[in-house]
């Protein structure tokens, strides 16, 4: 019996693929801006991004590269079969440039007075991953 099967009929777990090269490169301290023009499909290079600007009071900063995060990482989730909802797990670190640029989406946009849109932002990552709301909010 598989263990990780949903009997209740939900979507399966969405894994996006790894992006080593620009995951090593992060890990190394390489400038998130170069890791970003080399490897614009990496939603962490535009999460970190968004970190950046946001912790240097940039909001609108923030949110742009948070945007082109969040639509990286989307495109990346259409492709690996995703229907628009299910489980994105934190537990895959390929996965986590995308929660985190979902993240940053909401917190710049409450920053900037989009409360809608951060709402939705805190929602869809809280359906996500429940696992990333609550790490990411601390």
Not at 37 to 65: D, K, Q
Not at 92 to 101: A, D, I
Request: charged letters at 20%; proline letters at 7%.
């Amino acid at each position: 019996m598989d263990l990780h099967n949903n009997l209740l009929g939900e979507p399966p777990a969405t894994h996006l693929p790894d992006l080593p090269e620009a995951r090593e490169l992060l890990a190394a301290g390489t400038d998130p801006a170069e890791v970003a023009a080399r490897f614009p499909a990496s939603s962490a290079a535009w999460a970190a991004l968004a970190e950046r600007a946001f912790a240097a009071g940039e909001p609108v900063a923030a949110y742009a590269y948070a945007r082109t995060g969040y639509h990286r990482g989307l495109d990346q989730l259409r492709r690996a079969g995703w229907k628009g909802h299910g489980p994105v797990p934190w537990e895959h670190e390929p996965n986590q440039g995308f929660l985190r640029s979902l993240h940053m989406l909401g917190a710049a946009a409450g920053a900037i007075g989009e409360s809608d849109e951060a709402e939705r932002c805190a929602t869809f990552l809280r359906d996500s991953s429940e696992t990333a709301a609550r790490t990411l909010a601390s």
